[in-house]
């Protein structure tokens, strides 16, 4: 069956600018998470939805980040006013227990 | 919050040989530890995981060992292949919960032919 979709794949936006990362999990998969991934780092959580509602925010670095998902499936990653530093590559995984299947991932360039 | 360590941070091995890589943990109620390989510029995959209700799990040429006492637990792959060159990353989950997994720095496994 299909695995998690991200897009795009790859973004290069100017600082300052906005920008919106999507994800679509495995369906039926009622948990989703988003990390961050830079150069040489190991990952980084964001966020955690179980369903639609988002228990823990406590990755997301500064309130220029922000996620939502509707109607349990799609996800949607907003990052505001993007400056150098939010430049990485972005994971979204989803689980329907305890293995974390990931997408590939959106690359992001913040020039 | 859960504290995971990864070491090393690079290892370089000749095909055939046995590689290891240890992480260590702090929260005691960590009851489940996943490692994932991620081949460049692909996504994590999970290859191997283990409970805190066992102590040793096998899988072919990979194994990974756990010591709940000392908060450390270990991936071992035998007669190692080219293909087995990748980043290897250990995770915990926090807080005895289902969902949050805290990841290591990952290990860049190279296997020389």
């Known amino acids: 069956g299909a695995g998690v979709s991200q897009s795009p794949s790859n973004k290069v936006t100017e600082k300052g600018k906005d920008v919106e990362l999507r994800c679509d999990p495995i369906?039926?998969?009622?948990?989703l998470y988003w990390y961050r991934q830079s150069l040489g780092q190991g990952l980084e959580f964001l966020i955690y939805?179980?369903?639609?509602?988002?228990?823990?925010k406590s990755g997301l670095p500064s309130d220029r980040f922000s996620a939502e998902r509707t109607g349990g499936s799609v996800s949607t990653l907003t990052i505001q006013r993007t400056q150098q530093e939010d430049s990485a590559v972005y994971l979204c995984a989803s689980t329907p227990a305890n293995e974390q299947f990931f997408g590939p991932g959106t690359r992001l360039t913040v020039l | 919050g859960e504290n995971v360590e990864q070491h090393p941070s690079t290892l370089s091995v000749q095909e055939g040989d046995s590689a290891v890589i240890k992480c260590t943990y702090s929260?005691?109620?960590?009851?489940?530890f996943p490692w994932y390989k991620q081949e460049l510029g692909k996504r994590p995959q999970l290859i191997i995981d283990i409970r805190s209700n066992v102590g040793e799990k096998k899988d072919q040429r990979i194994a990974v060992t756990l010591n709940k006492t000392a908060k450390h637990f270990s991936l071992h792959i035998t007669e190692t292949q080219p293909e087995d060159s990748a980043v290897y990353f250990c995770a915990a989950n926090s807080g005895g919960s289902n969902y949050k997994l805290t990841f290591g720095k990952g290990t860049l496994l190279t296997v020389n032919p």
């Open positions: 369906s039926g998969h009622t948990a």
């Open positions: 939805f179980q369903g639609n509602s988002a228990p823990d």
């Open positions: 929260d005691s109620a960590s009851n489940y």
